[in-house]
């Protein structure tokens, strides 16, 4: 299962839970930012590659709905709720990732 994982600035929640579940070798992840100073910037190719697209905050959703309308993300788009206020594998920020994406890795 392709995984991605985005928030703003590419530096600290996506890229923990890059580093998170990039342990499981049944996986493939990547991560991306949607601010242009982001280290890996979002693109159509990364939304298409990915079977499920996990962003931190409704920004996110909404930037990519209106910038990428012409990519079909059905089913694959998922909001975690989590804010802009940790730091990179924080313990509380791992905590949560879990806590919000386990629950989706079901399926």
């Given at each position: 299962?392709n995984?991605l994982?985005?928030c ?30 982001a280290?890996?910037?979002i693109?159509p ?6 079977d499920?697209?996990?962003v ?10 209106e ?7 059905d ?8 804010p ?7 313990p509380?920020?791992i ?7 386990d ?5």
């Open positions: 299962m995984l994982f985005i703003t600035i590419n530096r600290m929640r996506s890229c923990t839970a890059e580093t998170l579940y990039a342990a499981n070798p049944a996986l493939k992840v990547k991560s991306a930012g949607i601010a242009p100073t280290p890996n910037q693109t190719e990364l939304l298409r590659w990915a499920k697209i996990f931190m905050e409704n920004l996110h959703r909404a930037f990519i709905t910038k990428f309308h012409d990519v079909n993300l089913n694959k788009l998922i909001v975690l709720g989590i802009d206020f940790y730091y990179y594998m924080e509380e920020l905590d949560l990732l879990k806590e919000k994406v629950p989706h890795m079901a399926h």
